[in-house]
């Protein structure tokens, strides 16, 4: 979250970055600091070193220019501080109590005070990419030198993210305004060493035990460094950047699972022509139907009634129109990236340092609406394309849509009943990505004596995005198993080479091909576990080349 305004000369006596950071006596690359560095600088950082953080337990170290900005915007900071005005953040109090100045003796206690005070979420913790993902937007925000901290303060968040240390933090607390201010207040808290955290090898423990088992001792917060912790959209950014990655992934995926029952139900491939895509320009559209062609190829099953014998007229909608709903999704998708890679090229706090003029300046650029308004609107489209692939799923289930396949899939219908429950399991995910769906962002609650009258809670919607992307992973993963078992009993017809190739990593995994029934969670459980690892989309693109 780094904006050009903090870039400057490296000069000589800067800190250098061959390590996480060497500012004060007591900084250095904390122990186990893991191999993969991702460097943070005054430029945004990318999705790639998100994930890498977050989900790989990549290092963290701060660049050159970032020591130099910090130098910059602290030097500011320090000479408002001895300044006889009162400045909001520096020498006054927050939010409703902004009115009082607070002497020099008392400054250090107001910054502890804040962090101690704003670290009440409650609820089930917080998953660790996510945190992690959190504290690393947190300090690109911070390595601008838009905020004023001290680099050595930086340094230790820094430290913090290398040892694997992850403060604990509560599902409940945030409104998205302000900043995520209570779940970043409890990664502040860490920093400080006291409240919870689970070290790298994920056990429970007093903050600082782990800071003192990674040879890192607490931070003492100076004037502003409370308040730069923890004034940021860092939470919510970092759930949107998480759901875009899944999603992109999960989106390609569902285009193999729709090819997969188009080939089973006897559909065809007629639709998705590129001229006929050409009349509608919409690049998801394009793309998704290019995936299903792609897939489709080479299918003798897709051959065996393509002559003039075939009497089928047009396919139904959740057939034919499956490029135009995956590629509405996917057309979200890239706006909600848009949208959070102008965030990550932000810096987020209140007030801002401006090095220009030497300003500090109250704003209101925490405001979580435009990162509300996209994680609302992926909801939406996640629900709805859950629900396209549960109507193929139930379509391949039912004799009178399925064009000759048994009842439910069934060995021997009636005795057995095959797929029946499963096709319920993804019904009533779809029904709860539906009430997912609802917005979170046209809410708001006033809060801080009417001071924050208007909140985005963009959290809440970041929350809820998390829960539709393992529901539709799991909806996906549920059409894929049901048309693998479909393409079996088409034999002696031969599916696509891709998409035999899904049937076969299925199978090799402990997902058996048709027969009397048995026990179906398990191989549910694979399948899922195959469509979010990505392999199901790895066996694919073996076969067809990379996808879109």
Same mark, same amino acid.
């Given at each position: 979250?780094?904006?050009?305004?903090?870039?400057?000369?490296?000069?000589?006596?800067?800190?250098?970055?061959?390590?996480?950071?060497?500012?004060?006596?007591?900084? =250095?690359?904390?122990?186990?600091?893991?191999?993969?560095?991702?460097? +943070?600088?005054?430029?945004?950082?990318?999705?790639?070193?998100?994930?890498?953080?977050?989900?790989?337990?990549?290092?963290?170290?701060?660049?050159?220019?970032?020591?130099?900005?910090?130098?910059?915007?602290? =030097?500011?900071?320090?000479?408002?501080?001895?300044?006889?005005?009162?400045?909001?953040?520096?020498?006054?109090?927050?939010?409703?109590?902004?009115?009082? &100045?607070? /002497?020099?003796?008392?400054?250090?206690?107001?910054?502890?005070?804040?962090?101690?005070?704003?670290?009440?979420?409650?609820?089930?913790?917080?998953?660790?990419?996510?945190?992690?993902?959190?504290?690393?937007?947190? *300090?690109?925000?911070?390595?601008?030198? &838009?905020?004023?901290?001290?680099?050595?303060?930086?340094?230790?968040?820094?430290?913090?993210?290398?040892?694997?240390?992850?403060?604990?933090?509560?599902?409940?607390?945030?409104?998205?305004?302000?900043?995520?201010?209570?779940?970043?207040?409890?990664?502040?808290?860490?920093?400080?060493?006291?409240?919870?955290?689970?070290?790298?090898?994920?056990?429970?423990?007093?903050?600082?035990?782990?800071?003192?088992?990674?040879?890192?001792? /607490?931070?003492?917060?100076?004037?502003?460094?409370?308040?730069?912790?923890?004034?940021?959209?860092?939470?919510?950014?970092?759930?949107?950047? *998480?759901?875009?990655?899944?999603?992109?992934?999960?989106?390609?995926?569902?285009? +193999?699972?729709?090819?997969?029952?188009?080939?089973?139900?006897?559909?065809?491939?007629?639709?998705?022509?590129?001229?006929?895509?050409?009349?509608?320009?919409?690049?998801?559209?394009?793309?998704?139907?290019?995936?299903?062609?792609?897939?489709?190829?080479?299918?003798?099953?897709?051959?065996?009634?393509?002559?003039?014998?075939?009497?089928?007229?047009?396919?139904?909608?959740?057939?034919?129109?499956?490029?135009?709903? &995956?590629?509405?999704?996917?057309?979200?998708?890239?706006?909600?990236?848009?949208?959070?890679?102008?965030?990550?090229?932000?810096?987020?706090?209140?007030?801002?340092?401006?090095?220009?003029?030497?300003?500090?300046?109250?704003?209101?650029?925490? &405001?979580?609406?435009?990162?509300?308004?996209?994680?609302?609107?992926?909801?939406?489209?996640?629900?709805?394309?859950?629900?396209?692939?549960?109507?193929?799923?139930?379509?391949?289930?039912?004799?009178?849509?399925?064009?000759?396949?048994?009842?439910?899939?069934?060995?021997?219908?009636?005795?057995?009943?095959?797929?029946?429950?499963?096709?319920?399991?993804?019904?009533?995910?779809?029904?709860?990505?539906?009430?997912?769906? =609802?917005?979170?962002? +046209?809410?708001?609650?006033?809060?801080?004596?009417?001071?924050?009258?208007?909140?985005?809670?963009?959290?809440?919607?970041?929350?809820?995005?998390?829960?539709?992307?393992?529901?539709?992973?799991? +909806?996906?993963?549920?059409?894929?198993?049901?048309?693998?078992?479909?393409?079996?009993?088409?034999?002696?017809?031969?599916?696509?080479?891709?998409?035999?190739?899904?049937? =076969?990593?299925?199978?090799?995994?402990?997902?058996?091909?048709?027969?009397?029934?048995?026990?179906?969670?398990?191989?549910?459980?694979?399948?899922?576990?195959?469509?979010?690892?990505?392999?199901?989309?790895?066996?694919?693109?073996?076969?067809?080349?990379?996808?879109?």
């Amino acid at each position: 979250m780094n904006t050009p305004l903090a870039r400057g000369p490296v000069r000589p006596g800067d800190a250098p970055a061959a390590d996480v950071a060497v500012v004060g006596a007591d900084v =250095a690359a904390p122990k186990g600091t893991p191999r993969q560095t991702v460097t +943070v600088g005054t430029g945004p950082l990318s999705f790639a070193q998100v994930t890498a953080v977050a989900r790989d337990g990549a290092g963290v170290r701060l660049g050159d220019d970032a020591f130099s900005a910090l130098e910059k915007g602290r =030097a500011v900071v320090q000479e408002l501080a001895s300044a006889s005005t009162p400045t909001y953040g520096i020498s006054t109090g927050f939010g409703a109590l902004a009115t009082r &100045h607070i /002497p020099p003796d008392l400054r250090a206690a107001l910054q502890r005070s804040l962090v101690r005070s704003h670290a009440v979420g409650s609820g089930p913790e917080v998953e660790r990419e996510v945190v992690r993902a959190m504290m690393l937007l947190r *300090l690109s925000t911070l390595a601008t030198g &838009h905020t004023g901290v001290r680099a050595e303060t930086a340094a230790r968040l820094a430290a913090l993210l290398s040892a694997g240390i992850t403060p604990v933090v509560r599902e409940y607390g945030s409104l998205g305004c302000s900043g995520d201010l209570a779940p970043l207040a409890h990664c502040a808290l860490a920093l400080m060493g006291e409240g919870e955290v689970r070290d790298a090898s994920g056990t429970l423990m007093p903050a600082a035990e782990a800071l003192a088992a990674a040879g890192l001792r /607490p931070a003492e917060l100076h004037e502003k460094e409370g308040l730069a912790l923890i004034n940021g959209t860092d939470g919510m950014l970092a759930q949107l950047v *998480l759901a875009v990655t899944d999603l992109r992934r999960l989106l390609t995926t569902l285009d +193999v699972a729709a090819a997969m029952s188009v080939e089973a139900l006897l559909g065809t491939d007629r639709a998705f022509a590129p001229d006929i895509q050409a009349l509608r320009p919409h690049p998801g559209q394009a793309a998704s139907a290019a995936n299903l062609t792609a897939i489709l190829a080479g299918s003798g099953v897709v051959a065996s009634h393509r002559g003039p014998h075939c009497t089928r007229v047009q396919d139904a909608y959740s057939l034919r129109c499956s490029p135009q709903v &995956h590629g509405a999704a996917r057309d979200t998708v890239a706006h909600a990236a848009t949208v959070a890679g102008r965030e990550l090229a932000a810096a987020v706090d209140n007030p801002a340092v401006l090095h220009g003029d030497g300003r500090v300046a109250s704003n209101g650029n925490f &405001h979580g609406a435009p990162v509300a308004y996209v994680l609302d609107f992926l909801a939406i489209a996640t629900a709805d394309v859950a629900s396209i692939s549960e109507r193929r799923t139930d379509r391949l289930l039912d004799t009178a849509r399925s064009h000759g396949l048994p009842a439910f899939l069934a060995d021997d219908p009636g005795v057995d009943s095959g797929y029946m429950i499963v096709q319920y399991t993804q019904a009533a995910v779809v029904a709860e990505l539906k009430r997912l769906a =609802a917005p979170a962002s +046209v809410d708001s609650i006033p809060t801080s004596a009417m001071a924050e009258d208007h909140v985005s809670m963009g959290w809440g919607a970041a929350r809820k995005l998390r829960r539709a992307v393992d529901g539709l992973t799991r +909806v996906v993963a549920i059409e894929i198993l049901t048309a693998a078992r479909a393409l079996d009993l088409r034999a002696p017809l031969e599916p696509a080479a891709a998409t035999r190739a899904v049937v =076969a990593l299925l199978r090799s995994l402990g997902a058996d091909g048709p027969g009397p029934d048995r026990y179906l969670a398990p191989e549910v459980d694979r399948a899922v576990a195959l469509v979010g690892s990505g392999a199901v989309l790895d066996a694919v693109e073996s076969v067809t080349g990379t996808l879109s």
